[in-house]
């Protein structure tokens, strides 16, 4: 089992920057890559940014690359989202996720068994 904590969410202004923290408990965190999600009122979970356990490879959504770095620390047992030049459209609950190593990296939420409670970014105009 592994028990996963966000956060460092709340309120930005269009333009402004958040980092989100996710720390993990359990079993070997540095065998699992992990993601981060995030989903809007009526919209499904979509990926939005993952990371390999090694921390060697990351893996970007469209719409936040150039704009959000996922890293790790697994001395810390933490995985970070740092989310810059904000905009309205990333208002969503944000989740992170873990999932056993693998030789690529996943994006669909499915495939992650564990999950976080998530954390509330909204980002005003």
């Known amino acids: 089992q592994v028990q996963l904590v966000e956060s460092g969410g709340g309120l930005a202004q269009a333009g402004g920057s958040l980092r989100l923290s996710c720390a993990a408990s359990?079993?070997?965190?540095?065998?699992?890559?992990m993601g981060w999600f995030r989903q809007a009122p009526g919209k499904e979970r979509e990926f939005v940014a993952a990371?390999?356990?090694?921390?060697?490879?990351?893996l970007y959504a469209d719409s936040v690359k150039d704009r959000f770095t996922i890293s790790r620390d697994n001395a810390k047992n933490t995985v970070y989202l740092q989310m810059n030049s904000l905009k309205p459209e990333d208002t969503a609950v944000y989740y992170c996720?873990?999932?056993?190593?693998?030789?690529?990296?996943?994006?669909?939420?499915?495939?992650?068994?564990?999950w976080g409670q998530g954390t509330q970014v909204t980002v005003s105009s």
């Open positions: 996720a873990a999932r056993p190593r693998s030789l690529v990296i996943i994006t669909t939420p499915g495939s992650y068994d564990y």
């Open positions: 359990g079993r070997t965190f540095s065998s699992y890559d």
């Open positions: 990371i390999t356990w090694t921390g060697g490879r990351t």
